[in-house]
């Protein structure tokens, strides 16, 4: 499935999408990252607290909403993909990740910003 610009917006809409997907990112291509790691820096940027301060609970919420909720979009939109047996994650080869990046330069506050809730 090619991902339309329009779509790319849908998918950047959320602050949790941005924080995946640029967390990912910074850890370059060809890396994975841990689902508990991801959740708990998607959780402190959210908060604005530093990681190793982020509670339990925080994380544990975050991680919920990832897994069920961010993660099958980008799944289904092929930008990540999820080892479920090593619980990792990464950024996909596919070209939705270029058509994502694309529509992430024109928002206005890319790269996203940290405490994005109040």
Known sequence: MVLEQTDAFRVLA???????????????????MSVT?????V???????S???????KMDRAQVRLVHLHFPQLLSRDIISVDWDDNEVSLTDDENVE????????LE???PEDRLTG
């Open 14 to 32: 959320s602050a949790d999408r941005q924080l995946v997907l640029h967390e990912l990112l910074a850890l370059g291509r060809d890396e994975s």
């Open 37 to 41: 790691a991801l959740s708990k820096r």
């Open 43 to 49: 959780a402190s940027r959210r908060h604005g607290i």
């Open 51 to 57: 990681p190793e301060k982020i509670s339990v609970g």
């Open 99 to 106: 058509t994502l990046l694309e529509a992430a330069e024109e």
């Open 109 to 111: 506050r890319w790269p």
